[in-house]
């Protein structure tokens, strides 16, 4: 079994900053690709900024120069620096992990957390 469990949000004001952490655990062989999605209310989830095992990140365009996407690959972690947070920041943070499990050869699957709300408002 594989979780990813996040934590990190919470309500802050504009212009404050928070940093978001998602940590997988379970029968982990290798972590592919790991991303932050967010989802406000009546819209889509949308991708905020994803980061491969190695290479170049990615952002949308909505967060970059104020958001930063970092990883630690010993602790199967994925965080989200938030800075200059605005109220349109305000949703639920998901993580996704693309994970290879132990004895699944090199199938990967997509894994999500639960969520994480953050608000932005004075």
């Known amino acids: 079994q594989v979780q990813l469990v996040e934590s990190g949000g919470g309500l802050v004001q504009p212009g404050g900053s928070l940093r978001l952490s998602c940590a997988a655990s379970?029968?982990?062989?290798?972590?592919?690709?790991m991303g932050w999605y967010r989802q406000a209310p009546g819209k889509q989830r949308e991708l905020v900024a994803s980061?491969?095992?190695?290479?170049?990140?990615n952002y949308a365009d909505s967060v970059k120069g104020r958001f930063t996407i970092s990883r630690d690959n010993a602790k199967n972690t994925v965080y989200l620096q938030m800075n200059s947070l605005k109220p349109e920041d305000t949703a639920v943070y998901y993580c996704k992990a693309d994970i290879i499990r132990i004895g699944d050869g090199w199938r990967a699957i997509d894994y999500w957390g639960q969520g994480t709300q953050v608000t932005v408002s004075s």
């Open positions: 980061i491969p095992r190695g290479g170049s990140t």
């Open positions: 379970g029968r982990i062989f290798s972590i592919n690709a």
